[in-house]
C-alpha cells in the first residue's frame, strides 16, 4: 500500500496522528474532521497515499461500509408518588418527608441510580369509618429510579462507487 511520510492522512492511517474513527475497513477509513462544518462532519479517505482525486482509480473509491449503531434510551423517574385511595376510610393525619429515608441504589442493564427514599414507616394510617360497612382501598408508593432501559441495534451497509469526476472551472 502506497504511502507518504509527510501526508498527514497517512500518519493517519499509520496511527501516528490520533482521529476519532467512525469505523474502518481495508481500503478506507472515515473519522470525525476535526473542525466540524456541522456535527458528526466525517471524512473519508482512502487506505492508500493519492495526490488528490483524480490520482485514484475506480476500484480505490468504491467503498463497502458496514455501520453498526447503538441506541440506548433510559427513563429515569425523578420523583415519588404517593397515592391512597378509597370509600369508607379516614387517615391518621400523618405526612411523608422525602429524603428521610435510607438510600437505595437500582441497577437496571449495568445503568446503576441512588436516592433517598420516603421515611415510610411514618406514613399514614387507615381506619374504617363506619366498621362492619363496606368499605374499599388502595395505596401505592414509587419512587425516583430507573424505570426501563430500551437498546435499539442496527446495522447499515452503504455501498458507494464513484466512478467519473467532472470539473467545472477556468
Known amino acids: 500500500m502506497k504511502q507518504q511520510d509527510d501526508c ?9 496522528v490520533p482521529c476519532f474513527k467512525v469505523c474502518e475497513d481495508d481500503r478506507t477509513l472515515p473519522f470525525l474532521d476535526i473542525f466540524p462544518v456541522t456535527e458528526g462532519h466525517t471524512l473519508v479517505i482512502t487506505k492508500e497515499h493519492v495526490s488528490d482525486i483524480f490520482e485514484a482509480d475506480a476500484e480505490m473509491l468504491a467503498a463497502v461500509t458496514k455501520i ?28 411523608l418527608v422525602p429524603g428521610a429515608g435510607a438510600t437505595q441504589t437500582q441497577t437496571v442493564d449495568g445503568v446503576s441510580s441512588s ?22 382501598f388502595v395505596e401505592s408508593y414509587t419512587g425516583p429510579g430507573l424505570e426501563a432501559v430500551t437498546e435499539i441495534t442496527r446495522t447499515t451497509i452503504v455501498e458507494s462507487v464513484t466512478d467519473t469526476v467532472s470539473v467545472f472551472g477556468p
Open 8 to 16: 498527514v492522512f497517512c500518519r493517519i492511517v499509520r496511527g501516528e
Open 68 to 95: 453498526n449503531e447503538q441506541i440506548r434510551s433510559v427513563n429515569f423517574g425523578t420523583g415519588y408518588t404517593y397515592s391512597a385511595s378509597g370509600t369508607n376510610v379516614q387517615h391518621s393525619g400523618s405526612s
Open 115 to 136: 436516592w433517598t427514599g420516603l421515611e415510610l414507616q411514618n406514613k399514614p394510617t387507615w381506619s374504617i369509618v363506619n366498621p362492619g360497612g363496606s368499605f374499599q
